[in-house]
């Protein structure tokens, strides 16, 4: 069974948020940690965490994928705002813990100007300084469109992200399906040569869940325009090879298409139909 779910709403709480994605037959989601924009997170209510962690007890859930405030740059040459996102995620990290074992997916960073070279070296800075032994969090490396100055379109800058960081164990890449198109992996006509470029620079070991989105945008347009599942330049035939393939089959998949609930519903189905035994 497709372990799937799309991003919820944090603001009814943990528990909401399960009962929330039994009702789309999801068996995973995503959440923001805290306000996208990065404000202040909400206090744990551990009654609330509990009810969350018995629901997906009972019904089997996999892992969830966390997201951080977007606009949380590590790699910025404001040095406010890299002691921010160092914050920022210090916290998450600590409130993660409430729910043991999931992932924290964040993106990299755009570099302004500075060079890859340099945003690179900034973002293993940061997660040299909030990785700790203990943590069963595992965090992720979002795969970017290569929008701007992003770091992180490459899966070459992945690698050398999680080769300086001394705890790699803790880390991992979340492959974002309109993020790799837009920064010019052809999914749609070689995912198979995608994922064995990905295993050579990267290593498959480290690729532990997807976002699956469409593109509105051709390949290697570096705009990271999300579209709904099978209406844009992906097409329904490269989901059905993304769900099905042995490397990415067992991967919780999350959707961030523009859809309210109704049509994440439909698209939880529509995933769950194309499935091959
Ligand atoms: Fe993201
Ligand atoms: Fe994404
Ligand atoms: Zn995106």
Redesign the pocket.
């Known amino acids: 069974m497709l372990t799937i779910g799309c991003h919820l709403s944090v603001s009814k709480g943990f528990a909401s948020m399960g009962k929330t994605a039994l009702g789309i037959d999801a068996n995973t989601f995503a959440f923001f940690t805290r306000n996208p924009r990065g404000g202040k997170a909400k206090a744990i209510d551990s009654a609330d965490v509990a009810e969350l962690r018995q629901i997906m007890e009972d019904n089997a859930f996999g892992t969830l994928v966390a997201?951080a405030p977007?606009t949380l740059n590590p790699c910025s040459d404001k040095p406010h705002a890299r002691e921010f996102a160092l914050n920022c995620m210090l916290d998450d990290l600590v409130r993660m813990e409430s729910v043991p074992g999931n992932f924290y997916?964040?993106?990299p960073g755009s570099h302004v100007g500075q060079g890859a070279e340099v945003g690179i070296g900034l973002i293993v800075s940061l997660l040299n300084q909030v990785l700790s032994l203990k943590q069963s969090t595992t965090v992720l490396l979002?795969t970017m469109a290569g929008k701007g100055t992003e770091v992180g379109r490459s899966f070459e800058e992945l690698a050398a992200i999680i080769d300086g960081v001394e705890l790699s164990g803790h880390l991992g890449v979340?492959l974002?399906t309109c993020?790799v198109h837009d920064a010019g992996y052809d999914v749609v006509n070689d995912l198979d040569g995608v994922l064995e470029e990905f295993d050579r620079i990267v290593g498959l070991d480290y690729l532990k869940a997807v976002?699956l989105n469409d593109s509105k945008n051709p390949l290697g347009s570096r705009k990271d325009r999300h579209e709904r599942i099978g209406e844009g330049s992906l097409g329904l035939e490269t989901f059905e090879r993304i769900v099905n393939h042995p490397a990415l089959r067992g991967l919780p998949f999350i959707l961030?298409t523009p859809n309210e609930l109704p049509g994440y519903a439909q698209e939880i189905a529509l995933l769950r139909s194309l499935e091959r035994a």
């Open positions: 997201h977007y997916n964040f993106h979002e979340c974002d993020h976002h961030e």
